[in-house]
């Protein structure tokens, strides 16, 4: 029998990794991790040195016994793991600032998860996870993959739909947005709960939960409040205030990406207007990680810094290891995760991956059923999940034609020229990634 669970976290060199120690670390007494491997690739060799350094100090500062493995071996890493954690970014932050730069050639929203920027990564990506998910199929057939890699809901749509590995798919952005409404309210965000029905990045809030008792008109009206104090508190659910207009006729809370498609020409405008001032947002957080690389490497840092809450990294611990938590234990508790229909959202397909509300047990994640989604923001969830399963097929099957009608399906083009001139240019910008397409 063994003697305790065995983790390996793919792309350990991320700047997230402090955040998923710390999660470890905080639940020694239910998560009983006696191997953690840290795996990345040789590119990536400096970054997995100094997160390794640090893991160690973090595990002998919490008193620990805790096997650290740091190795560029991942079938290794993966031979006979509990669970296996994505976090990796294929072509690093270059590849990104190339997602985020080109389609605003173009006119239109250039952001790493939404739009033709996402679809790029998403091209990328998908690759690497199924010669990951081989992995775990011929080593770890019983392992968990818990994915954070974005754009994680294409990402988690490629690994159900295409492999047989267990799967669930995670953001962070629906704890974030719970932890905002407690900070709103001024209560203890256990007592807060919500509903999301939607996609990944585009998910929307129908009802939020005060012990119980529903409390969005509450939540809306002081939404609606001439507050900036109010309305710092509430980054995880809006970057913008919507006009009264707006939230009368939406009637739901939504996630902070949809900004790129009910606000597109300002959010464009602000894009270009970045470009040209701080730089776009991968410039911005290649500048945050520097920083945050030199902390981590200094020898007498052994907690995780303040400052990673500037990379996005609220949160990320306590979402996915609370989930691993919730697998392992059999807790039955309410997430909310990426994961397969199964008629939860009775106008999408069966198998179509959705953000919602599920019951976390040894099962894996079983969604709560939500009936359909309401008529006014059916079209695009419809719009944006074609859209996605087109790109998993075109991934998948590497078809240059399929990629060419997945960009087209993507509700910011509406040209056919422009999106195959995007497309060759995307393919130009990275031959390594997506030269193979055919």
Not at 92 to 112: C, H, N, V
Not at 261 to 267: L, S, T
Not at 371 to 390: D, N
Request: hydrophobic share 40%.
């Amino acid at each position: 029998m063994k003697a305790g669970l065995k983790f390996a976290v793919i792309g350990a060199g991320s700047s997230y990794t402090p955040e998923l120690i710390e999660g470890i670390l905080q639940r020694q007494e239910s998560l009983p991790v006696r191997e953690l491997w840290l795996v990345d690739i040789p590119a990536g060799a400096k970054k997995l040195e100094i997160i390794t350094g640090l893991t160690r100090r973090m595990a002998q500062a919490a008193g620990a016994n805790l096997e650290i493995h740091a190795t560029m071996d991942r079938p290794e890493a993966i031979r006979d793991a509990d669970f296996v954690i994505t976090q990796f970014r294929v072509g690093g932050l270059d590849a990104r600032e190339k997602d985020e730069r080109i389609p605003l050639k173009y006119g239109i929203i250039g952001q790493e998860t939404t739009g033709p920027g996402g679809f790029c990564k998403a091209m990328r990506t998908i690759p690497v996870l199924m010669e990951i998910c081989r992995d775990i199929e011929a080593l770890s057939p019983n392992a968990w993959l818990i994915n954070f890699t974005n754009p994680s809901g294409i990402n988690t749509e490629a690994v159900l739909n295409y492999t047989k590995v267990r799967s669930i798919g995670l953001c962070n952005i629906p704890l974030c947005m719970k932890r905002d409404l407690a900070r709103l309210l001024d209560v203890d965000p256990k007592r807060i709960d919500a509903d999301f029905v939607g996609l990944n990045h585009m998910s929307f809030v129908p009802a939020v939960y005060l012990d119980g008792e529903d409390i969005l008109p509450r939540v809306l009206e002081l939404y609606r409040q001439d507050d900036p104090a109010l309305h710092e508190k509430l980054e995880a659910i809006s970057d913008i205030v919507w006009p009264d207009s707006f939230l009368d006729g939406m009637g739901m809370l939504t996630s902070p990406y949809h900004r790129y498609f009910y606000a597109n020409r300002m959010m464009l405008e602000q894009e270009k207007a970045d470009l040209a001032g701080p730089g776009c947002r991968a410039m911005q957080v290649r500048k945050v990680e520097h920083e945050l690389f030199e902390i981590y490497a200094d020898q007498a840092v052994h907690t995780k810094p303040k400052q990673l809450e500037q990379r996005g990294g609220a949160c990320y611990s306590e979402a996915a290891i609370s989930l691993i938590d919730a697998i392992y234990n059999d807790r039955k508790e309410v997430h909310t995760v990426n994961l397969k229909n199964r008629g939860a959202i009775a106008d999408l397909d069966y198998d179509a991956v959705i953000e919602a509300n599920a019951l976390i047990g040894r099962r894996g994640a079983v969604p709560l059923t939500l009936g359909k989604m309401p008529r006014h923001v059916a079209g695009l969830i419809h719009a944006v999940k074609t859209y996605e399963q087109l790109t998993v097929q075109a991934a998948v099957e590497r078809s240059y034609e399929g990629a060419l009608m997945a960009l087209m399906s993507s509700p910011f083009l509406d040209d056919f020229a422009t999106a195959k001139a995007m497309l060759d240019e995307m393919i130009a910008a990275h031959p390594d990634y997506l030269g193979d397409l055919h």
